[in-house]
């Protein structure tokens, strides 16, 4: 599979870099999934850590369905792979686990997170609260942060995908 990514305008809109940042650190971490094979995907990065390329992306849909839909526009959309007795579930891989469906999910979710976003400005507040805080949020805060799970997750990634296979880069 090849990603292709676009590093964004030094000279766009506010609106226009942000959504480009967080868009090429969506693409990175497809990226760093590219051509592996759904074992190579579960691989953990070391004992005792559950963290793999697979739940990465699983991570990320959680992450996408929670501030997109939960926070921004106060959609009651229940967790995808987490459960109350299972927090972290998105980490906890099985055999029966495919990337198809993991990459399905999380593509999913980021076609919502865009459709909710272009409903709201910069400026606009959400409709729903963030958990940490019980506060509503602007969406430039979401995408800000947004940017920074990416770029962190992307980290990890980098490291577990030089341990399966060597495969180094951005």
């Known amino acids: 599979m090849t990603i292709e990514r676009t590093v964004p305008s030094v000279t766009a809109d506010e609106r226009t870099m942000l959504e480009g940042w967080l868009d090429f650190h969506r693409r990175t ?3 760093k999934c590219a051509d592996l094979d759904d074992a190579q ?3 953990a990065s070391a004992a005792p850590s559950e963290l793999s390329l697979m739940g990465l992306v699983r991570h990320m849909a959680e992450v996408e369905r929670s501030w997109f839909r939960r926070v921004l526009a106060d959609d009651d959309a229940g967790r995808i792979y ?3 007795e299972n927090r972290g579930g998105e980490f906890r891989l099985s055999e ?3 990337w198809q469906e993991a990459y399905a999910t999380w593509q999913a979710e980021i076609a919502v ?3 909710n976003a272009a409903r ?3 400026d606009g507040m959400s409709t729903g609260r963030n958990r940490y805080t019980g506060e509503a949020v602007s969406l430039r805060w979401i995408y800000t942060h ?3 799970e990416y770029a962190r997750h992307n980290g990890h990634a980098d490291l577990i995908r030089e341990r399966i296979d060597g495969a180094t880069g951005d």
């Open 29 to 31: 971490l497809a990226m």
């Open 146 to 148: 947004m940017i920074e």
């Open 41 to 43: 995907l579960r691989t």
């Open 113 to 115: 997170a865009r459709d």
């Open 96 to 98: 029966s686990d495919t």
């Open 82 to 84: 987490s459960t109350g």
């Open 120 to 122: 709201f400005t910069l």
